[in-house]
């Protein structure tokens, strides 16, 4: 999985896409994630995949079925940088350990200023304004190390407007 993970990455370098995650799941199927600045459309998606599978057939990869995706509106923050990149944002967060008897917590967070994707190091703290002013806790700090699993966590409204 490490010489698929590394391919991707170096078919992918140089070009306006963003590797965030390679997966093989059942029956063969080898599933690819990437991220986009604009966004993932189905125009990058193809031209993704025509990429790997000329890189896949020249290195012998063995697959059944690739399948090139987005990593959808609740995009997993899986890199420190992540955090970085999406501070601002609204975001779910579940800890190793818990803090006040939770583990998820669900607020807008925060990097510290002047904090580059590209060079963060683990132990930086970051800073989550929880929504849910209910309890003792208005906002979490935290460092990458603690984190079990992070995502985006949009707030999505389906109503639109009436006629």
């Not at 600045?37 to 896949?56: M, N, T, Y």
């Not at 063995?62 to 959808?72: A, L, N």
Request: hydrophobic fraction near 40%; glycine fraction near 6%; charge should be negative.
């Amino acid at each position: 999985m490490a010489d698929i993970l590394a391919l991707v990455q170096q078919t992918l370098a140089g070009t306006e896409y963003e590797l965030v995650d390679v997966e093989r799941a059942p029956l063969g199927l080898l599933r690819v994630v990437i991220d986009h600045p604009e966004g993932v459309r189905i125009e990058h998606c193809e031209w993704v995949s025509k990429q790997l599978s000329r890189v896949f057939e020249v290195e012998n990869v063995d697959y059944k079925r690739m399948e090139v995706t987005s990593p959808g509106v609740d995009r997993p923050l899986l890199r420190v940088g992540d955090f970085v990149r999406f501070a601002g944002q609204r975001v779910q967060v579940r800890l190793h350990e818990a803090i006040d008897s939770r583990k998820v917590f669900v607020g807008t967070l925060h990097a510290p200023e002047g904090t580059l994707a590209a060079d963060v190091p683990l132990d930086t703290v970051f800073r989550l304004e929880l929504d849910d002013a209910s309890g003792k806790l208005t906002q979490l700090d935290f460092t990458y190390d603690q984190v079990d699993r992070a995502k985006l966590d949009p707030v999505l409204d389906f109503k639109g407007k009436k006629r």
